[in-house]
């Protein structure tokens, strides 16, 4: 079976991400003078931006062969269907929102002059515009279950204004109100999936799970 068009373009796309955030490391680690606090590249920090870059792309790639997956013919497959789905997206965004925003945020990585901070905050943006896409598509899950749709329904627009803010962490910019805006918007989504019979438990993106 061919690659569609589509999944070979986020394919490259990963590897330019990916280029784009270890150039920035690279730039960081060579600043001369100054006192500029260097940081080394570890082979953590490599896999770790490696799985990230990769999340969104391989996550997408396996929304299109959901869809391209014959329809559950009954209406309860369907809903059972939707539920699943949507289970897995809320997940992978709670998952990588607490792993590489919330944690790191509250251990002050991302804090002028701490250390690690540059790759802390690369992470950060990726995971930001990985968990706002992925919870984009849990909210599209939800419509397949009138239960979980009703409970979704009133956070469109909490899941909308993450749209900006995995730039805003990469750059450094976000306080105190953006960390929390992600994490009341995750706490939510949970409880609309619990509401509904779909408990969300938090699964952090790694290299095997995505690229497998």
């Known amino acids: 079976m061919s690659v569609p068009t589509t999944v070979r373009f986020r394919r490259a796309l990963t590897a330019v991400v990916l280029s784009t955030a270890l150039l920035a490391g690279a730039t960081a680690c060579g600043g001369g003078g100054g006192g500029t606090q260097r940081e080394e590249l570890s082979a953590a920090s490599m896999g770790e931006l490696a799985a990230l870059a990769a999340a969104e792309p391989a996550a997408a790639e396996a929304d299109e062969l959901a869809a391209a997956t014959p329809s559950p013919s009954t209406s ?5 269907f939707a539920k699943t789905r949507f289970v897995a997206n809320a997940g992978l965004a709670a998952g990588a929102t607490y792993q590489w925003i919330v944690k790191p945020y509250r251990a002050g990585k ?4 701490a250390k690690g901070r540059t790759f802390a905050l690369i992470k950060a943006g990726l995971a930001g515009a990985f968990a706002y896409n992925r919870l984009k598509a849990a909210a599209d899950n939800a419509k397949g279950d009138p239960l979980l749709s009703k409970a979704m329904a009133p956070l469109t627009a909490g899941i909308e204004s993450l749209k900006g803010l995995g730039t805003k962490l990469r750059k450094g910019q976000a306080g105190d109100a953006d960390i929390s805006s992600f994490d009341d918007v995750i706490n939510s989504v949970k409880e609309a999936g619990k509401s509904a019979g779909a408990t969300v438990t938090d699964k952090v993106p790694s290299a095997s799970q995505l690229g497998g």
Do not use: D, N
């Open 76 to 80: 309860a497959e369907k809903q059972k």
């Open 110 to 113: 991302f804090k002028k002059g």
